[in-house]
């Protein structure tokens, strides 16, 4: 089976410009997680779809990123302005079930640069 | 609440030696411990995961864990390093009585020598 793809694999835009990223689930997989590493720390989580709805988004870091998930398949993450603290790699992950202790499936990341 | 130290950023070794990266955490419940590997410009791919059953668990490419409750470990090892064995590993936790959300350490990067 197809893993989870994200695209673009790398993006560079100016601060204040928007970048949109792209996660595709595994196919069945009605979980996708939206995470982020900021050079030099931990991955973070940022918000948790269940099909199309957001079951969790405590950890949006602002207003200027939104999430969707249109039709419960493939999922967006859209930054916009971005700002330089947003530099980083952004993973998603899918699962078929929910909860703490079912595997995810991660991405390979989109690393976004803001300069 | 829920953390995880992994102690070592970077760890070198030989190849054909054993392996250890190290790992604790703190969980308010009982918690559900994972090693996740990354190697370059891929995803994560989870090693090997602790869900409450045996305390030695055992994963892929000849990776293995033991979950130290008293200690409050999860260390990664290997008997013999081989070169593809090169990457970054995180340790894991999530609470299985509380938020489902994952922490991850910070990584420890494997370097294996010839």
């Known amino acids: 089976e197809a893993g989870v793809t994200q695209f673009p694999s790398h993006s560079v835009i100016e601060k204040g410009q928007t970048v949109t990223l792209r996660c595709d689930p595994i196919?069945?997989?009605?979980?996708l997680y939206w995470y982020r590493r900021v050079m030099g720390k931990e991955i973070k989580f940022l918000l948790h779809?269940?099909?199309?709805?957001?079951?969790?988004e405590s950890g949006m870091p602002n207003n200027r990123f939104l999430a969707e998930r249109t039709g419960g398949t493939y999922s967006t993450l859209k930054v916009q302005p971005a700002e330089l603290e947003d530099s980083g790699v952004y993973f998603c992950?899918?699962?078929?079930?929910?909860?703490?202790?079912?595997?995810?499936?991660f991405g390979p990341g989109t690393r976004l640069t803001v300069t | 609440a829920q953390s995880v130290t992994q102690l070592d950023s970077h760890v070198s070794v030989s190849e054909g030696t054993p392996v250890l990266l190290r790992c604790n955490y703190s969980?308010?419940?009982?918690?559900?411990l994972f090693w996740y590997v990354q190697h370059p410009n891929k995803g994560l791919q989870l090693l090997l995961k602790?869900?409450?059953?045996?305390?030695l668990v055992k994963g892929i490419n000849g990776f293995e864990a033991e979950f130290k409750k008293s200690e409050t470990s999860f260390h990664l090892t290997k008997p013999s390093a081989h070169m593809s064995d090169a990457a970054e590993y995180f340790c894991?936790?999530?609470?299985?009585?509380?938020?489902?959300?994952?922490?991850f350490g910070r990584g420890t990067s494997l370097i294996v020598h010839p």
């Open positions: 992950a899918s699962s078929r079930t929910s909860g703490s202790s079912y595997e995810q499936y």
């Open positions: 196919s069945g997989h009605d979980n």
């Open positions: 779809f269940v099909k199309e709805s957001k079951q969790d």
């Open positions: 969980s308010s419940y009982s918690p559900s």
């Open positions: 602790y869900t409450s059953a045996a305390t």
């Open positions: 894991v936790v999530s609470d299985l009585g509380g938020s489902y959300i994952p922490t």
